[in-house]
C-alpha cells in the first residue's frame, strides 16, 4: 500500500477475491455432496451405526457452507486488519455463539432431530458474520469486487504463501480432527467428551491468543519492513508476556474447575454424571497444552511476516508425527485421555521448535523471555488454585438448580481470579506489564 498506492491494492484485494471466492464455492458444493463419504472418513466408528452415519451426514450438509463463510470473513479481517481496524473482526465469533443460541431455543424444537436446528443455526452465522463485514470494509475504502483477472503480481505471490501459512497455524486444529476420527473407534460417547473438553479450551485461545495474533502480525510486517529487529523483539516479548499472563490462569482454571464448569454448562437432560467426569478429564489433559496453543499463535506470525511459511510447515509437519506417534502409545491405556493428552505433548513440542527457530535465525532472543516474572508467575497460580477444594462435584451439583450452580462456578473462578491478581501484585508485578512486557522496560 504504502509502496503501489490505493489503485493497486484495491486490484490485488479484488482478484484475490474472485480466485479465493471460486475455491471456496467449489469446496463448499463438493461438501455438500460428498458429505456421506466425507463423515465415514472422519468419524470411521460410526460406520456401525447406519442412523448415526446419516445423521452425521445431514449435518454436514447443513454446516459445510459455513467454511466458506467464514473463509471469506477471514479475508474481510485481514483486510480490515492492515489497515488497523480491529474491533468488527474481534466482535465476529460472537454472532456464531448468538445464532446457536438462538436456534438452540427456538429453531431446534421446531425441527426432528433437534440437532438440525442447531447445524442450520451455524449456516446462519456464517453469512452473518459475512454481512456484517460490509460496513466497515465500505468505511474504508476496500470493498472486495471479485474479479477473475490474474494481472497483478501479489496473487500469486499471496496464493504461494497463503497455504503453507495455513497447515502451519492449523496443526493443533489437525490434531484435534485426528483426535476425533480416533475417538470414534472407542467407547461411545468419546467423540462428545472430547468435542465439550475442547470447547471450552478454545474459548480462552480464541479470546486471547487469536487477538494477540491479529493484532501482532501487521505489526511485525511493518518492523520487519523497517529493518526494526530491536522494535520486533519487544512486540513478541510483549505477545509472548500476555498469553502468559492471561493464559495460564485460563489453563490452570479449567484444569482445576473442569467438572465444575462442565456440570454447570452441560449436565442436563441425557447428560449423565459420568459423561461429565469424562470430559473433565479430557479438559485437564488439553489445559496442559494450552499454553503451547498460545504460544503457537503467537510465534508462528513471526515467521509468516518474514515471509518465512516453509519453517512452521516443516515443524507442524514433525507435531503432527509426534501427536499420532504419542496418540497411538496412549489411548491403549488412557483411552480418550490419551488422545487430549498426546495433542497437548505434540503441542509443546510444536511451541519449542518455532521458538528454538526464531532464536536460531536471530530474529527473537530466548534470553529476552522474562524468566524472573514467569516464576513470580507460577507462585501466583499455586495460590490461586487452593480454593479448588471448594469445588462441588459433578454428582454434587445434580440436585442444584441452573442458578445455584452458576452462581457457584462464577464464585469460585472470580475468587480464584482475584486471588491470582492479587498475588501477582505482591510479588511484584504490575498490571501494566501487559502494555509493556519485562524484558522491554
Avoid at 221 to 226: D, T
Wanted: hydrophobic fraction near 55%.
Amino acid at each position: 500500500r504504502e509502496k503501489e498506492g490505493e489503485a493497486s491494492v484495491q486490484r490485488l484485494i479484488n482478484q484475490v477475491a474472485g480466485r479465493f471466492g471460486l475455491i471456496l464455492i467449489a469446496i463448499s458444493v463438493l461438501g455438500v455432496l460428498l458429505a456421506p463419504w466425507i463423515a465415514m472418513l472422519f468419524a470411521p466408528g460410526f460406520s456401525d451405526d447406519p442412523g448415526k452415519l446419516a445423521l452425521t451426514a445431514d449435518l454436514l450438509r447443513w454446516t459445510f457452507p459455513y467454511l466458506g463463510f467464514i473463509c471469506f470473513v477471514a479475508f474481510a479481517g485481514g483486510i480490515l486488519n492492515s489497515v488497523g481496524r480491529f474491533a468488527v473482526p474481534a466482535a465476529t465469533p460472537i454472532f456464531l455463539n448468538l445464532s446457536l443460541i438462538g436456534s438452540a431455543l427456538f429453531l431446534a424444537p421446531l425441527l426432528s432431530p433437534s440437532v438440525m436446528g442447531l447445524a442450520i443455526g451455524v449456516a446462519i452465522a456464517g453469512l452473518v458474520q459475512l454481512i456484517i463485514q460490509i460496513p466497515p470494509l465500505m468505511a474504508a475504502g476496500l470493498l472486495p469486487k471479485p474479479s477473475l483477472r490474474d494481472d497483478h503480481p501479489g496473487v500469486s505471490k499471496i496464493l504461494k504463501l497463503m497455504v503453507p501459512a495455513l497447515f502451519g497455524v492449523s496443526v493443533s486444529q489437525i490434531n484435534l480432527l485426528l483426535d476425533t476420527v480416533l475417538a470414534s473407534l472407542l467407547v461411545s460417547g468419546s467423540v462428545s467428551w472430547l468435542y465439550y473438553s475442547d470447547r471450552l479450551m478454545e474459548l480462552p485461545l480464541g479470546v486471547i491468543a487469536i487477538a494477540v495474533s491479529t493484532v501482532i502480525l501487521p505489526k511485525l510486517s511493518r518492523e520487519f519492513a523497517q529493518e526494526d529487529r530491536q522494535a520486533s523483539r519487544q512486540t513478541q516479548s510483549w505477545a509472548i508476556w500476555v498469553v502468559m499472563v492471561l493464559g495460564l490462569p485460563c489453563a490452570a482454571a479449567l484444569a482445576v474447575f473442569g467438572e465444575l464448569i462442565l456440570a454447570t454448562l452441560f449436565q442436563y437432560g441425557a447428560m449423565a454424571v459420568s459423561d461429565i467426569e469424562a470430559s473433565a478429564l479430557s479438559l485437564m489433559a488439553y489445559a496442559a497444552g494450552l499454553p503451547a496453543f498460545m504460544m503457537i499463535k503467537v510465534l508462528a506470525p513471526h515467521y509468516f511476516a518474514h515471509q518465512d511459511t516453509k519453517t512452521p510447515v516443516k515443524i507442524g509437519l514433525i507435531a503432527m508425527t509426534a501427536n499420532m506417534v504419542f496418540n497411538l502409545i496412549l489411548v491403549w491405556s488412557l483411552d480418550h485421555v490419551g488422545l487430549a493428552l498426546a495433542t497437548s505433548l505434540s503441542a509443546w513440542l510444536n511451541a519449542a521448535l518455532l521458538l528454538r527457530g526464531l532464536n536460531q535465525r536471530g530474529w527473537y532472543r530466548v534470553d529476552r523471555l522474562p524468566w524472573r516474572s514467569m516464576a513470580q508467575l507460577c507462585i501466583a497460580l499455586v495460590v490461586m488454585v487452593q480454593i479448588a477444594w471448594l469445588a462441588p462435584s459433578a454428582a454434587a451439583l445434580v440436585s442444584h438448580s441452573v442458578v445455584e450452580r452458576v452462581v457457584w462456578t462464577a464464585v469460585l473462578l472470580g475468587g480464584s481470579g482475584l486471588l491470582y491478581l492479587i498475588t501477582l501484585r505482591l510479588t511484584g508485578i504490575r498490571y501494566t506489564s501487559l502494555l509493556v512486557p519485562p524484558s522491554a522496560r
